[in-house]
């Protein structure tokens, strides 16, 4: 009858009908942050980042305050390895992230954290015969960066530490931090420097540590430009590294006006300074008949945070007159 064939639908489009019905929507995707993915290459290692690091751990002082710099503590579920106190204005944030070993994690240690982000701050962080090799980092699925002063044949600067930060902030979804962070170093820099329009340099041995040679800073590092820019010149810059080793024969021919001592770990400014005093072969040297000395953290001077400020502190030792 007629009626039928225009009130009832064939019996094919009713089922898919229904199932149209029933298929619940997909729900849309889901937008990317801003700023993401983002693509890094990091002493020769590339990483796509499709979203920020949520677990991260650092390992290194140098490279856990540059993580608390941009406040990104909220990310950190744990770090390691102090030189030296941190900075007061990070303390607090400090405190509140897990220590996971006084030195060096062991890779047992490490993945315990469930880290998606490793940070380190030498190449030692990431010993391949420790286990926490980057490349055994990645199998493992946590992405990983190396402080851009430690990459092979890397150098140190400001420059280099303003692209470090600017890298950092964006692999955290926190470009605008790292940019305004940026600015106010280059103002800090700036304003130490005007200080010491005019001056001669002074002549600089940076003493870090040892008996029989002297651990020092070569020109690779930024504790090089540190001292460049606060009115010094490096007596050991063309020791192509960041530090090495040079003799104390080769200290005594570079007569150096200033002795530069790093102070960090067991052995004290004190009796650093009393190594040097005491041993007759550098009784010649300017520094010594002068006891002429500065002091920096070790912390100051690698490439992290405290360098753009480390400028005005080592400036005002070498040119207490200014």
């Given amino acids: 009858m007629p009626w039928r064939r225009t009130s009832l639908l064939p019996a094919v489009a009713l089922t898919a009908l229904l199932a149209a019905c029933a298929a619940p929507a997909a729900p849309p995707a889901a937008a990317p942050a801003p700023g993401f993915p983002y693509t890094v290459t990091n002493c020769g290692v590339t990483t796509t980042y499709q979203a920020p690091p949520r677990r991260a751990v650092t390992m290194n002082q140098h490279?856990?305050?540059v993580m608390l710099a941009l406040g990104l503590e909220k990310s950190l579920v744990g770090t390691?390895?102090?030189d030296d106190a941190i900075l007061p204005a990070y303390r607090g944030a400090y405190d509140a992230v897990p220590v996971?070993?006084?030195?060096?994690?062991?890779?047992?240690?490490?993945?315990?954290?469930?880290?998606?982000f490793v940070y380190g701050g030498y190449a030692s962080a990431f010993d391949p015969t420790a286990g926490r090799g980057r490349a055994?980092?990645?199998?493992?699925?946590?992405?990983?960066r190396l402080n851009t002063e430690y990459c092979p044949g890397g150098r140190g600067s400001l420059a280099d530490l303003y692209r470090e930060v600017d890298e950092v902030g964006r692999t955290f979804g926190a470009a605008d931090r790292a940019a305004?962070?940026?600015a106010t170093a280059k103002n800090t820099v700036a304003a130490a420097e005007k200080t010491l329009r005019g001056v001669a340099p002074v002549s600089v041995f940076v003493y870090d540590s040892g008996d029989k040679t002297a651990f020092t800073a070569g020109g690779k590092g930024i504790g090089n430009e540190i001292i460049t820019r606060a009115g010094g010149r490096n007596v050991f810059a063309d020791l192509d590294k960041a530090f090495g080793d040079a003799t104390w024969e080769?200290?005594?021919a570079r007569g150096p006006e200033v002795i530069v001592i790093y102070d960090y770990g067991a052995t004290t400014v004190?009796?650093?300074?009393?190594?040097?005093?005491?041993?007759?072969?550098?009784?010649?040297?300017?520094?010594?008949?002068n006891r002429r000395f500065a002091v920096m953290p070790l912390s100051d001077t690698v490439l992290g945070v405290r360098a753009p400020a480390a400028v005005g502190k080592l400036a005002a030792q070498l040119h207490p007159a200014r």
Avoid: F, H
């Fill in 63 to 65: 490279v856990t305050e």
């Fill in 80 to 82: 390691a390895y102090l």
């Fill in 100 to 116: 996971l070993a006084k030195e060096y994690p062991s890779k047992e240690a490490l993945l315990a954290a469930n880290p998606d």
């Fill in 136 to 144: 055994d980092l990645e199998r493992s699925g946590i992405a990983t």
């Fill in 180 to 182: 305004a962070w940026v």
């Fill in 250 to 252: 080769q200290v005594v």
């Fill in 270 to 289: 004190e009796q650093k300074k009393r190594r040097l005093l005491d041993d007759p072969a550098l009784r010649e040297v300017p520094a010594i008949k």
